[in-house]
T-cell receptor, first 110, second 113 residues
Framework: SQQGEEDPQALSIQEGENATMNCSYK?????LQWYRQNSGRGLVHLIL?????REKHSGRLRVTLDTSKKSSSLLITASRAADTASYFC??????????FGKGTHLIIQP | NAGVTQTPKFQVLKTGQSMTLQCAQD?????MSWYRQDPGMGLRLIHY?????ITDQGEVPNGYNVSRSTTEDFPLRLLSAAPSQTSVYFC????WGVGETQYFGPGTRLLVL
């Protein structure tokens, strides 16, 4: 079952601009995680935000969580060509593993 | 540390053949899991293990077996490959469970003809 759904499915911006992608989910969660996947590679963990947290920062990344709306957003500021990748949200709802969305494919134009 | 390693990187099988996808981690993690990634579907959990000797099914376990005889290794066996099992397979580990950072391997790309 698909718990998280990212929006948009694809995003193309100019280098230096900010990129925002959203994730919606269906059931109550313990935490929500964001991962990055470069083409043909494994997933790399970016940020974990717990259900009692509303915002978290890591370098150029900012994640928000709104449990009342069952949604999260990932903001990447001052984008770089190296940020080109697919971004996935994954939820931990107390089940056995993470439930991933389908991802947002981000392209940074030089 | 090598982290999470997976072999092979790429494999072609014929329908009905069996094979084992290898996964190993050198971080002394208790929790390990297998996911498959299909185009447009995100990752789906196949099997997971919370420690040596303990395994359980995830969302899509049919056609796959796992075992966990050591903390380090978590092989995934395809019993009789089917074209529907064409996918990219990722192994992941974490210190104790799903509610923390998962460390992913580089993946195995499997094509079943």
């Amino acid at each position: 079952s698909q718990q998280g759904e990212e929006d948009p499915q694809a995003l193309s911006i100019q280098e230096g601009e900010n990129a925002t992608m959203n994730c919606s989910y269906k059931t109550s969660i313990n935490n929500l995680q964001w991962y990055r996947q470069n083409s043909g590679r494994g997933l790399v963990h970016l940020i974990l935000i717990r259900s009692n947290e509303r915002e978290k920062h890591s370098g150029r990344l900012r994640v928000t969580l709104d449990t009342s709306k069952k949604s999260s957003s990932l903001l990447i500021t001052a984008s770089r060509a190296a940020d080109t990748a697919s971004y996935f949200c994954a939820t931990d709802a107390g089940a056995d593993g993470l439930t991933f969305g389908k991802g947002t494919h981000l392209i940074i134009q030089p | 540390n090598a982290g999470v390693t997976q072999t092979p990187k790429f494999q072609v099988l014929k329908t009905g053949q069996s094979m084992t996808l290898q996964c190993a981690q050198d971080m002394n993690h208790e929790y390990m899991s297998w996911y498959r990634q299909d185009p447009g579907m995100g990752l789906r959990l196949i099997h997971y293990s919370v420690g040596a000797g303990i395994t359980d099914q995830g969302e899509v376990p049919n056609g796959y077996n796992v075992s966990r005889s050591t903390t380090e290794d978590f092989p995934l066996r395809l019993l009789s490959a089917a074209p529907s099992q064409t996918s990219v397979y990722f192994c992941a580990s974490s210190p104790w469970g799903v509610g923390e950072t998962q460390y992913f391997g580089p993946g195995t790309r499997l094509l079943v003809l």
